[in-house]
Nanobody, 124 residues
Framework: QVQLGESGGGLVQAGGSLRRSCAASGRTISIYRMGWFRQASGKERELVAT????????YYADSVKGRFTISRDNTKNTVDLQMNSLKPEDTAVYYCAAGSRLSAVVGGRGVDYWGQGTQVTVSS
């Protein structure tokens, strides 16, 4: 079992930055692909970014490409999401995720473990 604990959410003005962090316990995350999803009010959960086990390959949704950066540190069992140039449409609950099959193709169906989710609000 893997427990994913998130931190770093909050309120920020448009154009600002936030860094989301996810710390895992129970098992090393080095065996999992990691990712971040988000769910805005009234919308379906969507994949934001993924990172391979080694950290060498990343994927970003078109809506965040060039603004968000996903990274991981397998020695610390953590994965981060740096969010820059935030827009009001980035407002959502953000979830950390781990999965052996996680990818842009399978999306949420590839997730084995979810974080609890924390709110990010971007004001205009």
């Amino acid at each position: 079992q893997v427990q994913l604990g998130e931190s770093g959410g909050g309120l920020v003005q448009a154009g600002g930055s936030l860094r989301r962090s996810c710390a895992a316990s129970g098992r090393t995350i080095s065996i999992y692909r990691m990712g971040w999803f988000r769910q805005a009010s009234g919308k379906e959960r969507e994949l934001v970014a993924t990172i391979s086990r080694s950290g060498g390959t990343t994927y970003y949704a078109d809506s965040v490409k060039g603004r968000f950066t996903i990274s991981r540190d397998n020695t610390k069992n953590t994965v981060d999401l740096q969010m820059n140039s935030l827009k009001p449409e980035d407002t959502a609950v953000y979830y950390c995720a781990a999965g052996s099959r996680l990818s842009a193709v399978v999306g949420g169906r590839g997730v084995d473990y979810w974080g609890q989710g924390t709110q990010v609000t971007v004001s205009s």
